[in-house]
């Protein structure tokens, strides 16, 4: 089975700050992909960055950017700077086409 | 171009009760998913349908959820005789050619459903 967890049900950061969001995950399988998504209020889920496994450079996409660490099945998300637009909750997300999600973390961010 | 849409977006029914959801994909998507998002929790994979295959089914919680796909384009989420369990958010997702990982999955609105 794979499991997904994402152990931060909540976070919250003052605006232009970095805030750093963990999940962990487990599978037997060597080759695979993680996501991150974003829910905001409005339910639509938002591919934020994904990361391919057998890439050892980390993924970055503007402000967002992951630290992957494949021996111990480490996949956080690290927001930089900040804005109020990022409040949402942020699902760690692997797999293949059938998608194992943790139960998310709920950002907030502060003005 | 437009995103994947889904039909109705909140949908209240009574225990027992029968209900459908729809879902109509990225136009030119090839592959199909349904997941269901119960309160505060992650996404539950459901369905999936790839082009002319066979649908990979393993997510259905029981035989009282089905779902179809026409024409290769819309897809129907019927489940039947609602149990008050079944209250979560469906959401609908498409990605292009083969719905392997390296596709993208993007994702509907989803649709609420209550049973009460």
């Known amino acids: 089975a794979q499991t997904v967890t994402q152990s931060q049900p909540e976070m919250s950061v003052q605006e232009a700050e970095t805030v750093t969001l963990s999940c962990t995950y487990d599978t037997s399988e060597s080759n695979y992909y993680l996501f991150w998504y974003k829910q905001p209020p409005s339910r639509q889920m938002i591919l934020v960055i994904r990361?391919?496994?057998?890439?050892?450079q980390n993924a970055t996409e503007n402000r967002f950017s992951v630290n992957f660490q494949k021996a111990a099945k480490s996949f956080s998300l690290k927001i930089s700077d900040s804005q109020l637009g990022d409040t949402a909750m942020y699902f760690c997300?692997?797999?293949?086409?059938?998608?194992?999600f943790g139960a998310g973390t709920t950002v907030t961010v502060r003005a | 171009g437009a995103g994947v849409s889904q039909s109705p977006s909140n949908k209240v029914t009574e225990k027992g009760k029968d209900v459908e959801l729809r879902c109509d994909p990225i136009s030119g998507h090839t592959a199909l998913y349904w997941y269901r998002q119960s309160l505060g929790q992650g996404l539950e994979f459901l369905i999936y349908?790839?082009?002319?295959?066979?649908?990979?089914k393993s997510g259905l919680p029981s035989d009282r959820f089905s779902a179809e796909r026409t024409g290769g384009s819309v897809s129907t989420l019927t489940i039947q005789r609602t149990q008050q369990e079944d209250s979560a958010v469906y959401l609908c997702?498409?990605?292009?050619?083969?719905?392997?990982?390296?596709?993208?999955?993007?994702f509907g609105p989803g649709t609420r459903l209550t049973v009460l």
């Open positions: 990361q391919e496994a057998y890439k050892q």
């Open positions: 349908f790839q082009g002319n295959s066979a649908p990979d």
């Open positions: 997300a692997f797999g293949d086409y059938k998608l194992s």
């Open positions: 997702a498409s990605s292009l050619v083969t719905g392997a990982s390296t596709d993208t999955q993007y």
